[in-house]
Each structure stands twice: as structure tokens, then as C-alpha cells.
């Protein structure tokens, strides 16, 4: 069975850095792209960034774009978002998926597996 568990999240003030990770568990998950998704209270989970696990290639949401950064360290099977120039609107929990055919566009419902999320608070 496949898990992902996410860990790094915490409070921090407006302008600061966190950095979140996700490890993915489980005999040949084969995922072809994992991401990291957010929501926030009342709001809809939404898409923030995703990386091709083979080759590496990323995409971001334009709110994020320039300010976070993700990774992965195939060996160690850990997913990372650095998250920097945070600001309250980025306060949401945050979600590693992962989805073994190649997603079409950046919606939850194309990824399989999800973790159970980290907050992140951003105060300001």
C-alpha cells in the first residue's frame, strides 16, 4: 500500500521560509507526476505546483510562481516545496499527491494517492 506523509509545516511570520516534505512509502508506487495541493478554510483544495517524477520538469500556479520551489530526491523517495516570501494568503494546509498516468491538467481528481496534509499559518 502506498502512503505519503507530509511534515515541515508550522507558523511563521509574513516574508519568511518553510520547507515541506513529503515521503512516499510502498513497494513500486511508479508515480509519473506528484504535486502539492492547498486549502484553505472554506475554500476549495487548489493546485500549486507539480514535478514529473523521471524527468524532473515542474509547473506552478501563477500565485506561487517565483516563490516556491519544488523537488525531489528520487533515492530518498521525498517530495520538497520550499515555500519563500510567504504571505497570509498562503495560510492552508498543504497536500502531497501523486498520480501514475500523466495528468491532462492540475485537478485533484487525476491524482490517486493523497497524504493527510501539514498546516501552514502565515501570520501577519
Known amino acids: 500500500q502506498v502512503q505519503l506523509v507530509e511534515s515541515g509545516g508550522g507558523l511563521v511570520q509574513a516574508g519568511g521560509s518553510l520547507r515541506l516534505s513529503c515521503v512516499v512509502s510502498?513497494?513500486?508506487?511508479?508515480?509519473?507526476?506528484m504535486g502539492w495541493f492547498r486549502q484553505a478554510p472554506g475554500k476549495e483544495r487548489e493546485f500549486v505546483a507539480s514535478?514529473?517524477?523521471?524527468?524532473?520538469?515542474?509547473y506552478y500556479a501563477d500565485s506561487v510562481k517565483g516563490r516556491f520551489t519544488i523537488s525531489r530526491d528520487n533515492a530518498k523517495n521525498t517530495l520538497y516545496l520550499l515555500l519563500d516570501a510567504l504571505k497570509p494568503d498562503d495560510t492552508a494546509v498543504y497536500y502531497c499527491a501523486g498520480c501514475r498516468v500523466p495528468p491532462l491538467g492540475h485537478y485533484t481528481h487525476e491524482y490517486d494517492y493523497w497524504g493527510r496534509g501539514t498546516q501552514v499559518t502565515v501570520s501577519s
Open positions: 510502498g513497494r513500486a508506487f511508479g508515480f509519473n507526476t
Open positions: 514535478i514529473n517524477w523521471i524527468g524532473g520538469s515542474t
